[in-house]
Each structure stands twice: as C-alpha cells, then as structure tokens.
C-alpha cells in the first residue's frame, strides 16, 4: 500500500538515520501571513533546535547541523502558495517539503525524522462503497467527495439470472412465494458474493441502501459484516445517481466518524482472525519482522524507550539511561517500519484504543 506514500516523503523515511536528526513542521502561507510573522516563527524553531543540540551533542557536529538549518531557511521558497512546511536536517541528510494541508507546529531534534504529523494530515481521503438493493436488482457504486461512479462485479447483478436454478418442485410453481423466496436469497447471496471481490481490490467503508425486508434478508447472509458501517433504509431503484449522491451526503459529512468505525470493524475482523498485535511491544515485534499490513493508534500515544541487548525488546527508560541507547518515541520507529514494509498507518482519538494499549497492528493474512 506505498502508493499512499508520497516520494518526498518516501525519501525522508529512507534517509540514514544519523544524530541528531531535526524536523521542523509549521504553517507557512507567506502569500497569507506577513512575512516578519513567518519569519519570526522560524527563528524561534531555529533557537530552540540550537538550544537542544548545544545542551545534548557535540559541539562539531552540532554546529554542522545548525548551519545547515539556518542555510536551509535561508533559502525557503516565499512565493509558495502552500500551506505548510515540514523541514528535515541531519548531518548527512536535508530536504524541505511544501505542503497542501494544515498542520500544527511541532519541533523535534532526535535520532530520526518525525513524520507522524504529515501521515496524520494525508488520511482525508473520502472513498467508499455503496451498495444499492432492490426485488429486482443491484448496484455498486464507488464514490469519493467528488465522484459518483458504477462499478461492476463478476457476479449477475438481476435477479432474473437466478429464476431458472431453483429446485424443481419450486421451479414447477407448486408454491410461487417459496420460488421468489429461494430467488431472492440466492440473488442476494451472490451480490454478496460480489462486494466481496470488490473489497478485495477497493479495501474501502460500504454503505448498503435498500428497502428494509431486502436489508434485513442481507443483513442475515452477508459475509462482509466487517466493512459495512451502515444500513440506509428507503426504496431508491428509481434514484439518479446525483439524487443518490446526495442522500449518501449526510452519512459521509462526518468523516472522521465513518473513518474510525472502519477501523474499529478492521481492528475485530484481525482480532477473530489472530491476526492483530495489541500493545507496544508486540506490536514491536511484528513490525521489526515485517508483518505490519496496518498500524492504528492513538493521536497523542509516544514511547519513550530504551534499546535493550535484544533489538526487539523495547522498554521505559527508569532513572538515569544512556543517551546514545535512549529514543524519544518508539512509536515513530514503528510507523517507520510499517510504512518501508509496505503497510499503512492510521491515527485515531485519544480514548479509541483505551482497551488495546493505545496502539495495534494488523498484520498480514
């Protein structure tokens, strides 16, 4: 799942994680903000980075790595018409990212690059499923903030298909409801079937919208509880596909909401399959063997840390511990490693994950 990766960031993710490591995340619309306002901003992240660096490294190679800072500010682009900046120094490593999202300022001197505010700010995406019963048919449109489109399945999507497969005795009309009965269920059975194969390839939220007796027979047959956040009740056959849009609009103007119940139903389809990781040091050692298929955890969750004699063992620091072994967040490490593995990365509120240690890891099937 890389493609929801930028390159640029990519690059940070990549780059050699060398002391100490500074990241400079801060708003930035000089066409919008007075340009002594910005630049005061940047002077103070600069002094605070100068303030740690001199109080916790070498004078040599933190003098390195301040010039380098203060060259990279230096040159910053002021025509931009972005919104925000996330700057990344090291004594072997320096890039600057331009970006279209807002984000809070945050200063950090470590031993790698902080990259959890920039994955938070790239998961807005709004796309989801919708699937559209009636005693006739179905359909199945994949939909985001902008589209609306129809997409088809291998499976017969009209009811029709199936009138020639039920068991002789119905089939000779003995009983004409128990025919259109045994239709019906293999029909929706099927679809089913279907939204199955699409899930496959669009791992997305899906809606199901039909009148309430075919939502209640598909609710019973259904094996893809798991990505379903809701049922919508109403006879919409006859429906435009702007009319549905728009109908779909108030179950989607939250986002967030339909996000974090989609994750909630991932965390238990993993958790009845013994596929989740709950808890930082397990999670731990899923992500350093290569497992991590999808990191969810709490916004505000960090680690301090210190490395143990075994690199899978992560634990508090207690008392004096040694700089050189001690990291400021084994969170960040792990999102690292799930994201260069080819996982994805999920933040969540504060409160989501009280009964999972505040951090879990799908992994792979």
Known sequence: MNHAISPEIYEVIQAVHYRPAVSIILPFEPKMSLKAEITQQLKFATDKVEKEI?????????ALVIQKLRTVIKNLNFNTY??????????????VLYLDMEVEARITVDESFEIRDLIYAKKESQQYLVVLLSGKHSRVF????????????????DISAFDNDAPERVANFSDPSDHKEIMLKKFLHQTDLGLGFLLQAY??????????????YFKNITKNEKSIISYIHGNYDEATDA???????????DWKKVKQ??????????ADAGKLAIGIKDVWKQATQHHGHLLIVEKSFMYPAQRGSNNDVR??????????SYIRDAVDDIIEKVLEN???????????LTNYQRIVLTVYY
Do not use: C
């Not at 972005?82 to 890039?95: D, T």
């Not at 634990?315 to 050189?324: E, V």
């Open 54 to 62: 001199r109080q916790h490294y070498p004078a040599e190679i933190g």
């Open 82 to 95: 972005k919104k925000s900046i996330a700057i990344y120094v090291s004594p072997v490593f320096e890039k």
């Open 142 to 157: 994949a939909a985001n903030a902008d589209t609306f489109i129809r997409i088809k399945s291998n499976v017969p999507d």
């Open 203 to 216: 791992p997305l939220p899906v809606f199901v919208a039909g009148p309430a007796k075919m939502l209640g």
């Open 243 to 253: 009319e549905l849009k728009e109908i779909l609009r108030l179950y989607v103007n």
């Open 261 to 270: 119940e989609n994750l909630r139903l991932q965390m238990e389809k993993a």
């Open 315 to 324: 634990y508090m620091p207690a008392g004096p511990y040694n700089k050189f």
């Open 342 to 352: 080819g996982g994805d990365v999920e933040f969540v509120d504060d409160g989501m």
